[in-house]
């Protein structure tokens, strides 16, 4: 059974950081695209970061660009978004997904506000 399970949101002042960390298992995970997914409350779902399945290309929405980091550790079966200079419109769920499997986790809040 192919699970995923995001954990580290939460509540970050603007300009904050968190890392967000994704648990996968049931499929070989270093053999997979990953991707980061985010839906605003209201909003419909957003990629906004993907890394391929050995980690060496990486892609980011602009809006993120230079403030997220998303890596991997296949040995581990995780995926990571480290996120830097947060602004309040980074507010949302975050899913880590697998696109070509099409599994997503259950997602995790993050909140950035004063």
């Known amino acids: 059974e192919v699970q995923l399970v995001e954990s580290g949101g939460g509540l970050v002042q603007p300009g904050g950081s968190r890392r967000l960390s994704c648990a996968a298992s049931?499929?070989?995970?270093?053999?997979?695209?990953m991707t980061w997914v985010r839906q605003a409350q209201g909003k419909g779902p957003e990629g906004v970061s993907r890394?391929?399945?050995?980690?060496?290309?990486?892609d980011y929405v602009d809006s993120i660009k230079g403030r997220f980091t998303i890596s991997r550790d296949n040995a581990k079966g995780i995926l990571y978004l480290q996120m830097n200079a947060l602004k309040p419109e980074d507010t949302a769920v975050y899913y880590c997904?697998?696109?070509?499997?099409?599994?997503w986790g259950q997602g995790t809040q993050v909140t950035v506000s004063s």
């Open positions: 997904a697998t696109v070509q499997l099409g599994y």
């Open positions: 049931g499929f070989n995970f270093g053999n997979y695209e």
């Open positions: 890394i391929s399945s050995d980690g060496g290309r990486t």
